[in-house]
Every structure is written in C-alpha cells, then in structure tokens.
C-alpha cells in the first residue's frame, strides 16, 4: 500500500505560478512511477506529467515547456512546478503512484483554480 498526499494547490491569476507537493508513505524507490492528473468538470481524468524511478519525466503537450516533474527521493516527494498557469489549467490536480507489481494508488486531490 502506499498513501499519497498532495499539497500546495491554490488560487492564481493567469500567468502565475504555483507548486504541488506529493508525499508518499513509503521511499519512491519502491515506487515504478509517479504521476500527476487532473480532471475539470465534466471532462475525463488526463495525465499531466509523470516521472519514472530513474527520473525521466515525461508531459502532455498543453504543458510542456510550462510544467516541470521533479522528485525528491530523500522526502519521499513528488513536486509538479506550474509556471504561466493559464485558465484551462483550473483542475483537481491528483498524485498518481504505479509500483513494480502495476498497482494504482491515488491521492485525494488538490484544486486549482486560475483566474483569467
């Protein structure tokens, strides 16, 4: 089992910045993958970014160049950096962990909200 908790999820003008924090309970080298998605309302679920244990990141591409996936194996921290948050970035953004067995856990959520 692993438990996920995101924090850092906030409001913000259009053109700003914010930074989620995903804490895991156990080290991320036991984890596959990490992940963050988002789903406004009414639409699916979609991936954002995700990292791979060796550190490879990889985006969707309405935030490339704007996003950055980083981790921090040391705090067991997943860190999704937003720059230029633009309006259809508003979400609940969620962690995603994947381990070696492909076992899916999921954090609560966090809102974000950007203002135009």
């Known amino acids: 089992q692993v438990q996920l908790v995101e924090s850092g999820g906030g409001l913000v003008q259009a053109g700003g910045s914010l930074r989620l924090s995903c804490a895991a309970s156990?080290?991320?080298?036991?984890?596959?993958?990490m992940g963050w998605y988002r789903q406004a309302p009414g639409k699916q679920r979609e991936l954002v970014a995700s990292?791979?244990?060796?550190?490879?990141?990889n985006y969707a591409d309405s935030v490339k160049g704007r996003f950055t996936i980083s981790r921090d194996n040391a705090k067991n921290t997943v860190y999704l950096h937003m720059n230029n948050l633009k309006p259809e970035d508003t979400a609940v953004y969620y962690c995603?962990?994947?381990?070696?067995?492909?076992?899916?856990?999921w954090g609560q959520g966090t809102q974000v909200t950007v203002s135009s």
């Open positions: 990292i791979s244990s060796g550190g490879r990141g």
């Open positions: 156990r080290s991320t080298f036991s984890i596959k993958a």
């Open positions: 995603n962990a994947v381990d070696w067995y492909n076992h899916n856990y």
